[in-house]
């Protein structure tokens, strides 16, 4: 039976103090106790529905996490206050000195950075594969690994993992896959797939608005009840916290993430087929021409499509930032980083969110300086916005009438 992640956010319920629609937002960040006993035994963890300290956790937050465990099928979760608290509190939770790392080399920049560039200063190395070779990730494994590490579509390249694949390959080494799935939330669920550990952004699609920053950690209880725990949890540490009113937006915004997945979808495969039927190097899951567009179908819930990442490659860093610009100058988006924002969003991957990755290794990778990164908009009509980019490609000679 194919899994419905919308179906379980919206069987939730939560109301307010007194009978509101939204739950009320819990504007504290200390909680009275009427025993001393129940304090020290709630600081122990050992009593439900009690809250001590806002940094342990909030009602607010709580219910963001419900509502994102149920989405990801995961026994539950925790928020934090970006989607980097999230990933650095989870590797820093598994890995202690000497130990080591497999890790998709196409990955977020920030995380590259943490995993290339931090981590080593605490004897934690990583090897970086390209994930859609099996054999070259298993070949990366030690005795010291502890972590297997990817997105479900890679940034800014697109490549899909075989979640499916990877997770045996976990199982059978003893390692803990960890997913990213901030390009791909609704369309894929890691865990139902094998995951042991999901990540979100949540400043991106999921909360769609562009005006706040998240992220969570879903999984078993016992992995985050010890990312939490007071003497040696590093989401309790590490003090990446996310405030009460910013989960409240956030749970919010997720009741509407289903139907606004679908029109990312929509528009960007509209988008996609049009720009590769004009000539240009086009990379969207969607297309039959996408290496793994069988593996996405494979793994996909499918009313979600293939999300609204896409990239073109128009050839040289000026010519995209020309048409970037001149994009820009018509309305058509933003010349921006980020995503899942209801106004397109654009920018050059190899020189803003992927500039963190050095010029030999994005070469070869396959990240060149002509490459846009999109994330389509919600446009209600998406025919005049195509119609309007390929004026600007016209008048750039991007593409010849
Ligand atoms: C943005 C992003 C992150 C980091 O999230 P923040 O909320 O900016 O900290 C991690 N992974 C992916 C895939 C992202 O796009």
Known sequence: MAFKPANHIQD??????????????????????????????????????????????????????????????????????????????????????????????????????FLKNFAPRFRVETSFVDITKLEAVEAAITKNTKILYCESVSNPLLEVADITALSKLAKKHHLKLVVDNTFSPLSISPAVLGADVVIHSLTKFINGSSDAVGGVVCGTQEFIDDLRNINHGAAMLLGSTLDSFRAASILKNLRTLHIRMQQH??????????????????????????????????????????????????????????LMELMQKRNIGYLAVSLGFYKTLFSASGSSTSSEIPDDEQEEMGLSPGLIRFSIGLDADIERTYKMMKTCMLELSIIQA
């Open 12 to 113: 939730l319920q939560y109301f307010g103090e007194f009978g509101g629609v939204n739950p009320s937002i819990s504007d504290s960040s200390t909680y009275t106790f009427l025993s001393a006993k129940s304090m020290l035994d709630t600081f122990e963890g050992n009593t439900e529905g009690c809250y001590l300290y806002s940094r342990h956790s909030t009602p607010s937050n709580l219910y963001l996490e419900k509502a994102l465990a149920v989405m990801e099928n995961t026994e539950t979760a925790n928020v934090s206050a970006s989607g980097m608290g999230a990933i650095t509190q989870v590797l820093l939770q598994c890995c202690a000195a000497g130990d080591h790392i497999v890790s998709s080399r196409t990955i977020y920049g920030g995380t590259y950075a």
């Open 265 to 322: 979808s929509f528009n960007a495969a509209f988008l996609a087929e049009k720009f590769e039927a004009d000539g240009l190097k086009t990379v969207y899951p969607g297309l039959q021409s996408h290496p793994s567009h069988q593996l996405f179908k494979s793994l996909m819930n499918t009313k979600y499509g293939f999300g609204g990442m896409l990239t073109i490659d128009v050839g040289t860093q000026e010519k995209a930032n020309a």
